[in-house]
């Protein structure tokens, strides 16, 4: 089966090009960053969370390949001993006398113990998904709020302006100070986009990377049980023939 180191590697070579490219251009995203702090550092704990669990779900193959490699050198019992959390439907249909390959599936074993294995990594999947479309959520929802803000700076600067005065410098003086105020609004507004938006393509590569392993993880299972799988049943075969 695939080894899902070679996904841990792309993603962590990826993550370090993000990286690099941060810190090159670190002053305008702290600039951005400290437009609201709050929100902003919200989202940013968001993309943690979501990137440790992008690592979770490659690192969760690992017992689970070490667990199939112990049952192929013939330990018996072993599937009950170390029962393992992907391959927990298969442990269960062999039991604790089948060992290495001498174990044979109906199709409709088969076919039940992907499904349930399939299902279970779909489960964790949806995880991470939740994660990339909060991620947008999150950034939409900070530029609504930053808009919002600017539109009623924006009334207040409006209706507070004197234009009986004589003295037009004054007034323009009054109307780029209460202009200030509708500016901070949209620096709200961009840089909860430009995180927002920004973790989520993180996130989503390296959603696609941990999906890959996953596939190459449930193909390779896939292909092993095969082999060992009964396509006639042997009763129903003797009965034929009888």
Known sequence: MSNPKHTLFWMTLFLGVVMVVGALIHKPLIEAFMA???????IVCVLIVGIALTYRQVFVLF?????IAQFRTGHAGLSVVQEPRLLKPLARQLGEDAKRDRFTLSTLSLR????????????QREITRYFISLLVFLGLLGTFWGLL??????????TGLDMSQEDFGKV???????????????????????????????LGFLDIQAGHAQNRFYDGL?????????????????????
């Open 36 to 42: 609201n702090w709050v929100f902003n550092l919200l």
């Open 63 to 67: 017992p689970e390949l070490k667990w």
């Open 112 to 123: 039940t113990v992907l499904d349930g294995i399939h299902s279970r990594m779909d489960e």
């Open 149 to 158: 803000g600017t539109i009623n700076s924006v009334g207040q600067v409006i």
């Open 172 to 202: 323009f003086a009054e109307l780029q100070q209460g202009l200030l105020t509708p500016l901070q609004g949209m620096g709200t507004a961009f840089s909860s986009s430009l995180l927002g938006l920004g973790g989520s393509l993180i």
């Open 222 to 242: 896939e292909e092993w049980l095969t082999g060992v799988t009964n396509l006639v049943d042997r009763v129903d075969t003797e009965k034929d023939l009888s």
